[in-house]
Nanobody
Framework: QVQLVESGGALVQAGGSLRLSCAAS????????MGWYRQAPGKQRELVAT???????NYSDSVLGRFTISRDNAKNTWYLQMNSLKPEDTAVYYC?????????????WGQGTQVTVSS
């Protein structure tokens, strides 16, 4: 099992910045992809950004150029730097760790952290 603990959500004005953090502990495997997803009220959870162990990133079109995903391997922690925030970025943000354990991939999720952007 892997436990993920998120932090950093807050209320911020449009145009502001926030940094989310997600720390992993437990049964850590090296082959993994770290990511951030979000879910706004009444909408499905959507991908925000992912980062592989090799440094490859993927961003949704809606955040490209404004958000940056990064990681600290030594701390098993990854981050989402969010700049130029917009009211439409308001959502619960979930961190995700997908890792390959022996024979298959497993997904682990954080508890979610609320980001609210006021106009």
């Amino acid at each position: 099992q892997v436990q993920l603990v998120e932090s950093g959500g807050a209320l911020v004005q449009a145009g502001g910045s926030l940094r989310l953090s997600c720390a992993a502990s437990g049964n850590i495997f090296s082959i993994n992809v770290m990511g951030w997803y979000r879910q706004a009220p009444g909408k499905q959870r959507e991908l925000v950004a992912t980062l592989t162990r090799y440094g490859s990133t993927n961003y949704s079109d809606s955040v490209l150029g404004r958000f940056t995903i990064s990681r600290d391997n030594a701390k098993n922690t990854w981050y989402l730097q969010m700049n130029s925030l917009k009211p439409e970025d308001t959502a619960v943000y979930y961190c995700n760790r997908r890792q390959f354990e022996t024979t298959k991939w497993y997904d682990y999720w954080g508890q979610g952290t609320q980001v609210t952007v006021s106009s």
